[in-house]
């Protein structure tokens, strides 16, 4: 690969990340997380406020670490090995898994993972959209993980799903910067995309909240 394929390369991967990281900045009630398989050991290499509220732990303890951290040594290793496959397999799914708090706590977690392409360096990123559902597992009477879900049908239904709204996140995300100044036009082709944006959130959101437990 030439310096120049390799440099123009390298700017078409900061593009995606950047229309990824604006995607993030519009979950205000919903964790998202970005994590760059390319890297040693697969850090985040972005956490939005929420995740931050969530868990406890700042964006600067944080950033350029593997998630482990949530895991403190007492994570149900089942649902974590599956976990890796899926990763690995570089494809969709969902767990629901015991995690901790910076002060120790334990929560409920479940992440849904969606695998982002780049045109020219395959699967780079890992998309995770967290919720915090102890609320919803207090009705059950075991302590351990309930159950994990990965098999080709449910893996393609949350791609299926997921895959559209985020799409159009991320074009909504690439359009803003496009109608930056103050005119009237740009400001009223702004609300529209802020508004289709809030929408797009929403259908995600609700779709990782109505996963089966």
Not at 100 to 122: M, Q, S, T, V, Y
Not at 170 to 189: G, H, M, T, V, W
Request: aromatic share 8%; with cysteine; hydrophobic share 35%.
């Amino acid at each position: 690969m030439t310096k120049v394929a390799y440099a123009a390369k390298l700017t078409s991967m900061d593009n995606l990340l950047k229309a990824l990281k604006t995607c993030g900045e519009q979950f205000k009630d919903t964790s998202f997380t970005i994590v760059d398989m390319h890297k040693d050991d697969s850090p985040l290499v972005y956490v939005n406020s929420h995740f931050s509220n969530m868990t406890g732990f700042p964006h600067e303890e944080i950033i350029n670490k593997n998630c482990r951290f949530l895991q403190a040594g007492k994570s149900d290793q089942l649902v974590l090995k599956s976990l890796r496959s899926s990763l690995k397999k570089g494809i969709a799914s969902y767990h629901d898994l015991v995690n901790f708090k910076k002060d120790g706590a334990p929560f409920w977690n479940r992440p849904c993972l969606f695998p982002i392409h780049h045109e020219i360096a395959g699967l780079k990123y890992f998309v995770g959209i967290q919720m915090d559902i102890t609320q919803h597992k207090e009705g059950y009477e075991s302590h351990s993980v309930k159950d994990f879900v990965e098999n080709d049908g449910i893996s393609q239904d949350i791609h299926d799903q997921i895959e559209n709204p985020l799409e159009q996140l991320l074009q909504n995300s690439r359009a803003l910067k496009y109608f930056a100044d103050n005119d009237p036009e740009s400001l009223q082709q702004r609300q529209k995309i802020a508004h289709d944006i809030s929408q797009q959130v929403k259908t995600l959101t609700q779709y990782v909240a109505s996963l089966k437990v």
